[in-house]
């Protein structure tokens, strides 16, 4: 009988640091606990409907945006894995104000700092409409066993460890990168684990989705509309398809798998859009350069940006390269 040959994300990156020997095998163990995070949300979401768990949280987060009681429990399910996992320093999270600086004697001593989005797009929470959360993973600059500081945590993207997404969609898939190409690991349920399933993706050079919120069109800059006219009104049949659920991680996930680009860019509303650089454009942005695709501002590769606050946003243009070009000659003039 053959069996089919199945590589679970440990393998994987057991594998992985098996390449460098000057590895600790630390990082593995990131891996392992957001793994374990990750099942425990992927249950929570399933059973969303059946339990008490949707609806909004009653509470306000740091952004003054209302807090689902999904993003609660997600927050603190990552927040919990990664403090008993012991080889976290600290995390920068979206549903907190502040560094949550993590205290235990394995945690003070150990170099990663996570910035996670626990649950993005949680309009979508109350619709069953696919959410995700998203990470990347940092080493500190500081000396370990020193408490962890603002420089820590407000890193370049260009300095992220390794990156990621889990889509909570009709399957659950964990994609990440460890600055060596793009792997996406299905969670088969069957046996309870992620499994290799999308090795070494690459994103389409060119594509035919583009995914905004159309609704801000009067209020974008002139560059950006002339570029979404040019989508809508162009002569090739079928050129371009507009697709946009308003959830970064399902919007990203295909445009990634398919071609296409996703933007949100600054309104005259919202001077730097919407997302944010350290839980949400810095990881995309790693992720979308790891598959071969481009993601900037409009002005300037999101990576080279240099973080001064934890919550800051920045405008977003991320996907297919041809694509990303024809934008910034748009944005140019
Ligand atoms: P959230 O982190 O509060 O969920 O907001 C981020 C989400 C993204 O997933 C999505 O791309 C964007 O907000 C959609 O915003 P809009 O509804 O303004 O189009
Ligand atoms: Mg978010």
Redesign the pocket.
Known sequence: MRINQVISLSQFIADQQSKHPEASGDLSKIFRDIKFAAKIVNRDVRKAGLVDVLGAHGTVNVQG?EVKKLDMLANEEFKSSLTLGGDCCAIIS?EEEDIHHIETTLNVNSKYIIAM?P?????NIDVNASIGTIFSVYRRISPIGEPVTMEDVLQKGTNQVAAGYIIYGSSTMMVITTGQGVNAFTLDASIGDFCLSHPDIKIPKDGKIYSI?DG?YDRFESGVQQYVDYCRNSTVKEAYSAR?I????S?FHRNLLKGGIFM?PASSDAPNG???LM??SNPMAFITEQAGGKATTGAERILDLEPTEIHQRNPVFMGSPDMVDKLESFIKG
């Open positions: 945006e979206e989005d649950l993005d797009g949680s309009s919120n801000n946009y308003g959830s970064m991680v919007d949100y919407k997302l944010r839980f949400e």
